[in-house]
């Protein structure tokens, strides 16, 4: 048998990638210099969006199930990390596009109608799978996204709607916390009390301040209420459920409890990994914010006030899913309602020993 190896330029294809860049300039007998350096940077955004689908797809699979064993919860931290040096990485490219300048983009842009970002679908599909709901998505008119797709690209994007995202298999996963209940002892009562009592702290050093207006006092006495009823309807179905059917909550009761609990005993062995994930997962959306926001100070900067290229309204639309589009937005709110260590109800030990390593148990 013989071996004819790999090579590297086969192994990568750089035949197809580096003939991939025909400038639409050129085809018109205008040629932009700085169009090179557009496609460049966006086919690259392109090629670790589809590594960012790659990881969070993992993810999902992984808590897909109906047991995910400890080992498992490492392996898509991991994952999640990956993904967020990737989004990391992002404000670099922007800045390396942002050495043409807005009068050299003006050179060939009006040549890529009605081409747009808008229409990146495997940004579309990152967003649905991890878990973008389309009651939440700000959409710029009543055709949609979708309606901006190609064929081949809007297939991919409704198969992605039937699939699990990375939010309802998080759900699915927080929902089955052990640990959390025993008949010898009430804790989320004890825990509700010493939080009552912050609040109540917090009205009392509100009054103190001197600087405020009794205007300023009322509007963050109302913003202290409004927190402490989000936390009292942690612990009712009833009013929990109003919650979610009026779009103020969308992760389960439970799994919003359990999530505070890993938060609130963190330090414990076992609810260290599951604990930083779910800090890598907010992080993860955190970041792709930061990446909205980048981009839209880019489009700003490059095209001011003027209406995209795929008929969006450029920067205004841009700048309203930086917060509208966020997805673990239930999860970081649970901060509001944390304490600090020396105030968290002791657990008994029935609970704390199934919490330690075996060997420390």
Partial sequence: MTSHGVYYADYLQLNKILNAQELESDKHNKHAHDEMLFIIVHQAFELWFKQILFEVNEVINILD???????????ALARVQR???????????????????????????????????????????????????????LELDTKGFIDRLGDEARDHVNEARKLPSLFSVLEKW?????????DGYAFWEA???????????????????????????????????????????????????????????????????????????????????????????LE???????????????????????????GSSGFDYL??????????????GLSSYLLPSHQIPVLPDEIAKKLQFVAEA
């Fill in 65 to 75: 199930q109906d047991y995910v064993p400890e080992a498992s919860i490492g392996k």
């Fill in 83 to 137: 993904v967020n040096k990737i989004f990391e990485m992002f404000p670099q490219q922007f800045a390396i596009l942002e050495t043409m300048t807005p009068r050299e983009f003006m050179e060939f842009r009006d040549l890529l109608y009605p081409a747009s970002g808008f229409q990146s679908y495997q940004f579309r599909l990152a967003e649905i799978r991890m878990g973008l709901a389309d009651s939440r998505r």
């Fill in 174 to 182: 927080l929902e089955k916390m052990p640990f959390m209940e025993t």
């Fill in 191 to 281: 825990y509700r009390n010493v939080v009552k009592n912050i609040f109540e702290h917090d009205r009392v050093e509100l009054h103190k301040v001197t600087s405020l207006t009794p205007e300023q006092v009322e509007k963050q006495l109302k913003q202290i209420a409004g927190v402490e009823q989000g936390f009292e309807a942690l612990f009712n179905a009833d009013t929990y459920k109003g919650l979610q059917e009026s779009g103020e909550r969308r992760l389960s009761q439970r799994a919003s409890l359990a999530a505070l609990f890993i938060s609130v005993y963190s330090e414990y062995p076992l609810l260290q990994t599951p604990y930083r994930f779910l800090d890598a997962v």
């Fill in 284 to 310: 993860m959306d955190k970041l792709i914010s930061v990446f909205r926001y980048r981009h839209t100070v880019m489009v700003s900067r490059m095209i001011g006030q003027r209406v995209g290229t795929g």
């Fill in 319 to 332: 700048l309203k899913t930086v917060t509208q589009h966020r997805v673990f937005t239930d999860i970081a």
